[in-house]
C-alpha cells in the first residue's frame, strides 16, 4: 500500500481531484465504484466544480454505489445513493443509466445483489473509499470474509453509532447492503481516502498492524495498486515510532 501524505486538506482534496480527472482523461470509461461518507466531500466538490468548467467529463464512465442503508425512508437524503446524486452527479455528465445503485427495499435481495456484482462484471477500474474507526470498508465489517460479494450485511454498533452524522433522525440503520470484499480487493485500482485526527489510530493499525480481517483496511496492504491518502491529522500517530 503507497501512502500519501498531504500538509493541508486542501493539498489532499486537490491531489486526489487531479489524479482522478486524470484516470478519466486516460480511461474515459472508467468504471467505479464511491463512497458517501463525510470524508469525500471536499473531492466530489472539487470534481463537480472542474466538471462543471468542462475540465473532466464522466460521459462514457460507470459508477456504482459502495453500498446502501437499509431500513430508511425511501427518501431519507442520508442514503447513499442521494448522497451521491446530491454531492456529484448533480453536477457531472454522467448518464443515469451509468449510475448504479443498491436497493436495500429489493424484495429479493440475495438476486439483486447478484445482479449487482453480474454488472460490475470485469471489476472495478477505480474503487474510492473512507476508512470506518473499525477499518471496516464500504460496509464490510471487521471479520468479512474476504470472498465476499456484494450482500446484505449486519452493521456494528459503533457503525451505527458514528453513522448518527449523516442522519437528522435517531432512525439509525442497523443493517445495509454493500459491495463485497471481492470486488473491493480485485480491482485494479484502490484509494483509501482518511482525513482528521480521528482517523489517526486506524490509520496507523492499518499501516503498520497485523494483515487481517480483524482490520479489513489492512488486507489492502496486500493489494498491488492502493493508495493511502492521507491529511496530517489523519497521518499523525505514523510518526510516533
Ligand atoms: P466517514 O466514514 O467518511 O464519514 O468518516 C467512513 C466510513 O465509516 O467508512
Redesign the pocket.
Known sequence: MNVLRFDSEAAWTQAIASLWRDRLRVKPDLKMCL?S????VGVYAEMSRTAREGLVSFKNSSVFALDEFGGLAVDDPGRTSHTLQRQLMDSIDLPRSGFHVLDPDNENIAAHCAAYDVAIGTGFDLVL?????NG???MNEPGSALDRGTSRVELHPS?VQ?SA??FTHHNLPQWGLTVGLKSLLDASEVWV?AKGSA?ARIVADTVRGDIGPSNPASLLRRHPNAWLFLDDAAGALLDAR
Open positions: 463512497p461518507g463525510t470524508t469525500p473509499l473512507g476508512i470506518g474507526l471496516h470498508l464500504g457503525t458514528s452524522r449523516y481516502l482517523k
